[in-house]
């Protein structure tokens, strides 16, 4: 069986990961896995960690690019790979303009798609833009749906999706987690006893005067003294600009370059409380029994409040600070978000994805 794997920034690439590593190990499976590069670095950097091999990188990522520049580089180079290597299948992760992009290519050329997480919906297009438009898009024309959660699942059944489309897997990134544990962590960044916040921030929504107000709630937290802020900067410059100014210097705050898959997870598992505007932060966080503050309005990831583990904060800078001091000094409340079972899957994703695609493909043969 030959599908063609799609990723092109790094959730995307470690979510894929497990399923790769399975493809890349049978003799049943002759994946074509393309980068198409929409993220440089960042993406590099973890791939070195997965332990997958890139076929092929469309290196398409430009300094500050456009969203249209995005959708039309990934559309015309993946029709490319299409036309080349002629697969059975796509698969596409989540709900980045690579996932659209090579969705549209794929289905331009009749090639079914199989699409990783989907049925995710925050139902507000704006919110988080633009991946909510992006992976409303995708569920549109794909041919299987690899839901996460139940809950995912009944979201497309309720546009209408075919329910024999859908298969509810978990969450592969739960996969990839317990997969880096066994391999060994990497290092931590956090360097004092004090308590520790880990912090990652980089949806387009916040850019702006929603990131500078979460930056003065890490201030006021800075400030009472016990406290060590990791701040793993993401590489976008509308990150940058607002986050280095606002924070450089702080006493207890460590900006630093984005680590290593590793590093990441060993930091969260040093963590005590992890701030986030995150997708994949939030998935990953309960099964290290850390309790998550949401830095956003809205999110398509409720499992994690409704199990207990994340509180949606928003990014009014008094109500951060507010919470994650109550999760500083109220131990009672800690414990009771540290505890909580990981809604997102059991670490067997990637295989049921594969054993439904096998199922299919070989019916069709
Ligand atoms: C993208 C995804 C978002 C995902 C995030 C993961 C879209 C529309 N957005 O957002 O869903 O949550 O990735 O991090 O697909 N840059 C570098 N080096 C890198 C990566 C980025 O320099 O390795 C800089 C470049 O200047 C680039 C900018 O960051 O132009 C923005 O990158 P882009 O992929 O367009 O958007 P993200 O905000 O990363
Ligand atoms: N991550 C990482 N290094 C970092 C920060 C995050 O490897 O410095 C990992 C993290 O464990 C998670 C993924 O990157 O699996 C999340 O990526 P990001 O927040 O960029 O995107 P999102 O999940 O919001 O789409």
Redesign the pocket.
């Known amino acids: 069986m030959r599908p063609l794997v799609v990723f ?5 690439a470690i979510k894929l990961a497990p399923i790769i590593r399975l493809m890349q190990a049978s003799s049943e499976w002759d994946p074509i896995v393309v980068s198409s590069g ?8 973890v791939v070195n960690d997965l332990a997958i091999k890139v076929d092929l990188d469309l290196s398409i ?7 249209a520049y ?1 959708t039309s580089a990934v559309i015309t180079s993946v029709e490319g790979c299409l036309k080349e290597f002629k697969p059975e299948l796509v698969l596409v992760q ?7 992009g090579a969705t549209f290519a794929s289905f331009y050329q009749a090639i079914p798609v199989g699409h990783v997480e989907a049925g995710l919906r925050s139902g507000n297009f704006l919110d ?1 833009f ?2 909510e438009m ?1 992976r409303q898009v995708v569920s549109k024309m794909a041919t299987w749906h690899f839901a996460p959660t139940q809950r995912s699942s009944e979201n497309l059944r309720t546009e209408g999706v075919d329910e024999a489309a859908i298969e509810v897997t978990g969450n592969t990134v739960i996969d990839n987690l317990k997969w880096v544990i066994e391999q060994g962590l990497g290092r931590s960044s956090f360097k004092t006893d004090s308590s520790r916040l880990l912090v990652t921030l ?3 929504e916040n ?1 702006g005067e929603n990131m500078a107000e979460i930056a003065s709630a890490l201030r006021a937290l800075c400030g009472r003294g016990d406290v060590e802020v990791v701040l793993p900067l ?6 940058r600009r607002v986050l280095q100014p606002e924070l450089d210097g702080v006493s207890g705050m460590n900006l630093i370059e ?1 680590l290593s898959y590793l590093d990441f997870v060993r930091t969260m598992n040093d963590a005590d409380v992890i701030l986030t505007d ?3 932060v939030q998935e990953e966080a309960p099964s290290l029994g850390k309790p998550v503050l949401v830095l956003r309005q809205t999110t398509e990831r409720p499992e994690g409040i409704e199990a207990g583990s994340a509180l949606l904060v928003g990014t009014n800078a008094d109500v951060i600070a507010h919470e994650c001091a109550r999760l500083l000094d109220d131990q009672a409340w800690y414990q009771q978000m540290a505890h909580v079972k990981n809604p997102y899957g059991d670490g067997t994703s990637a295989l049921q994805i594969l054993e439904r695609l096998q199922r299919d493909l070989t019916q069709v043969k």
């Open positions: 092109g920034t790094r959730p995307e929409q993220h440089r670095e960042m993406l590099d950097q990522m430009r300094e500050s690019q456009t969203l995005v989540g709900d980045t303009t690579t996932a659209m988080p633009p991946e992006n980089h949806r387009r850019q993401h590489m976008s410059p509308q990150v984005p995150s997708g994949g």
